[in-house]
């Protein structure tokens, strides 16, 4: 045996046998088993994982699908259909994906909120931020493909309207736009291409996904103090503790999805889709997946072609720039007595973008997305950095552990939590 | 003296093996690249002939050429009088009725929306025409006149003439 010179680290021989050779074992020990999270995280910290497992779902339920579907214009309608009918459970899995489609959106705008309102994105963890933004680039990217895949009305004029926008550009854009359909108009070059798409950049998502998740295990999780780890005293490890608390999260929204999935599976979907694709009729409102409104609000905000485009590609652009744009050095909102209200209102505004999002953009609602767009760009372009100039922030407690003792008012958790240690 | 050329040689090489790797890469991009423009059986579906002995006047018919519908209409004399009175300085995308008809009183424009590519809505009796009497683009509110050009709303140009020919009196070919 040659295993005499080999270290020793675990009892399982065959563990140490792969551990010598690929220290993956080690790896994940360190990720994920005694990986130090701050104590004090609340549900908020679940939102990640729950991201995770849904990429996950809707990889599986995604390449189930792909068997029995036809990216051909004059099959792929069909072909949804069929899997509704005919296949076996295959309706369970279109609404899986469908409805996953939307419920890994709002986990995301989630965790989004989590990562601005506790200023996760700040200093030392600012590329983090940048790989998020970057998935939540190429979800939007992934879900408007999917959305074309059916061949339903939306599925058509929504692929029309989208593509459309990147003829605004100035010379080359009509160009691009020809390069991108693979014809002159959406057609079945288009829905090839954008079935291919579609299957691979969820795989891209997932590698995007695995850099966020190292990059944070760097300086480790941020937390709602927004203050550093000072001592074992302000963690627990990875496991036992936050894997039974993200699993509890993975059951409630279990929960939440089953009830979307088989009771109203149709509540996010769009009626129109259900008629079969004709490029010669536009259905009277064109309406975007709810998830991907606000952008489609801030572009309908703006009279003119390419100034709408810009704003629209400006307003997810701003996103990465966020970290410098803030210039307070407290992390949570929850010290933040200023700030904190302009984050809600910038919340509450993100929504309400949405909501008129999907409206006709005429009268009042015209008057509400302006108005909206104007404090869209205004929050991060003015609030952000002068908030932090003129803000005086509460005083920080000293270390995570003094949270509980100090009786800090964020604590999500009893003091006797503290016990633990 | 000997270190120095040595030196010069590396750097020459360097820079050359760079280059020609760089000029290599591009080139193998380019065929995947150019693989996603219009493939020559989609070019070459490029004409249609339509027949309008049939559209009385204030009619119009909807014809697809190249996978786009094209608004083929027989326009009254008021929409005629109306598409040459009006003043180049109130237009968006200013160009004379004349320069995009052939004949007074057909009209033929490519009908999708500038914007962003719907099909406006004007085509049947029973349609909105929006404010200037020709077309309106449910979408985002684009009004055009009754010769197709933009007079309200986002889009940016008129709508598209697109090439067509008369090959006798009652036969348009399009493309």
Known sequence: MSGNSEPRKYKNPVLNWIEFRLPIISYFEKEYGDYPMPKNCNYFWSFGALATITLVTMIVSGIFLAMNYTPHTEMAFDSVERIMRDV????????????????????????????MYYGSYKYPRELNWILGVFIYLLMMATSFLGY?????QMSYWGATVITNLFSAIPFIGEGLKTWLLGDYTVGNATLN???????????VIFGVVGLHVAAVHVHGSNNPAGIDIRSKN???????????????????FGVLISAVIFFGPNLMAEVDNYIPADPLVTPAHIVPNWYLAPF?????????????VALMFGAIAILFVLPW???????????RPMYKWFMMLFFVNFFVLGYVGMLPAEGLYLLIARVGLVYYFGFFLIITPFVGWIEKPKTLPASISDVYLGGGKESPLPASQNEIH | MAENSNNKRRDFLQLSTVTIGAVGTAAFIWPFLKSMNPAEDTIALGTTEVDVSQI????????????????????????????????????????????RVKKDEWLVLVGVCTHLGCVPLGQKLTDSKGEYNGWYCPCHGSH??????????PAPENLAVPPYSFLNDTIIKIG
């Open chain 1, 88 to 115: 076996n459970y295959g309706w369970l899995l279109r609404y899986i994906h469908s409805n996953g489609a939307a419920f890994f959106f709002i986990i995301v705008y989630i965790h989004i909120v989590r990562g």
């Open chain 1, 148 to 152: 074309t895949l059916p061949w339903g």
């Open chain 2, 144 to 153: 055009y006149d009754t010769s197709g050009r933009i007079r309200k709303g």
């Open chain 2, 56 to 99: 009385e006047e204030g009619q119009s018919i909807t014809v697809k050429w190249r996978g786009k519908p094209v608004f083929i209409r027989k326009r009254t004399k008021d929409e005629i009088d109306e598409a040459k009175t009006v003043n180049m300085s109130d237009l968006k995308d200013p160009e004379e009725d004349v320069d």
């Open chain 1, 234 to 252: 302000d963690t627990v490890n990875f496991f036992p503790y936050m894997l039974i608390k993200d699993t509890i999260a993975v059951c409630v």
């Open chain 1, 325 to 335: 744009l803030d210039t307070s050095k407290v992390r949570s909102c929850n010290f």
């Open chain 1, 193 to 203: 291409r954008f079935f291919a798409l579609h299957y691979v950049l969820p795989f």
């Open chain 1, 296 to 308: 489609y609000a801030i572009l309908r905000a703006v009279p003119d072609k390419l100034g709408g």
